[in-house]
């Protein structure tokens, strides 16, 4: 696709719910980034693809975060027994090879709201 | 301390004025971002620098490696510049750290 898409753009879950979150990156990016961030706040990473291996995944807040990309293109970050301090934007960002000097491109997020 | 710093935390300013955002990190880095983020969350990126300076229309980003420290300047800055600017390091590994972003207003 012409950018970063990510799906749902809202999503409203009662605690305890687990809910998938989709990043669709732009065609041909190898690295693939997740972030969380809170209200007010500035991004905070989550973890880091390159195509379908998960090379980092320092930042995942507990267990109950998990995130795959199996065939190297799209991503899902899955969050089980969603929990209130988990509300936050979760923005998807992909780059051509990974390397330091690139550009990142960003998808609009999904803003999670855990009642 | 955090290890990327921005200020001011928000400013307001007039259509037409010269705007400086600034952004001092801690770390050594590979590549610092600046990067624009419009209410509704989508982020875009504006300038990757790793040395000196870059301009791109009315936007002017330096860096100073020594120092540790860059500056994000827009000149006539106009209603439709209004939006959180957030700078961001990369220090080696593949993830970045982000500042807190600048809120900024450009009232008419």
């Known amino acids: 696709g012409a950018g970063v898409s990510q799906s749902p753009r809202y999503k409203v879950a009662k605690r305890g719910q687990d809910v998938a979150l989709r990043c669709d990156p732009i065609s041909g990016h190898v690295s693939l980034f997740w972030y969380q961030q809170a209200l007010g706040q500035g991004p905070e990473f989550l973890t880091y693809?390159?195509?379908?291996?998960?090379?980092?995944k320092s930042g995942l807040p507990s267990d109950r975060f998990f995130a795959e990309r199996p065939e190297g293109s799209v991503s899902t970050l899955k969050i089980q027994r969603t929990q209130q301090e988990d509300s936050a934007v979760y923005l998807c960002?992909?780059?051509?090879?990974?390397?330091?000097?690139?550009?990142?491109?960003f998808g609009s997020g999904t803003q999670l709201s855990v009642l | 301390k955090n290890e990327v710093e921005q200020s001011p935390q928000n400013l307001t300013a007039q259509e037409g004025e010269f705007i400086t955002i600034n952004c001092s990190y801690s770390v050594g880095i590979s590549a610092l971002h600046w990067l624009q983020q419009h209410p509704g969350g989508g982020i875009v990126s504006l300038f990757m620098l790793s040395s000196g300076k870059k301009k791109h229309g009315r936007l002017i980003a330096t860096i100073n490696i020594q120092e540790k420290h860059s500056s994000l300047h827009i000149t006539a800055s106009h209603p439709r510049d209004s939006a959180v600017y957030i700078c961001a390091v990369r220090s080696g590994a593949q993830k970045l750290v982000f500042g807190q972003g600048t809120r900024l207003t450009i009232n008419p």
């Open positions: 960002a992909s780059s051509l090879e990974g390397a330091a000097n690139e550009k990142l491109f």
């Open positions: 693809f390159q195509n379908e291996a998960q090379l980092d």
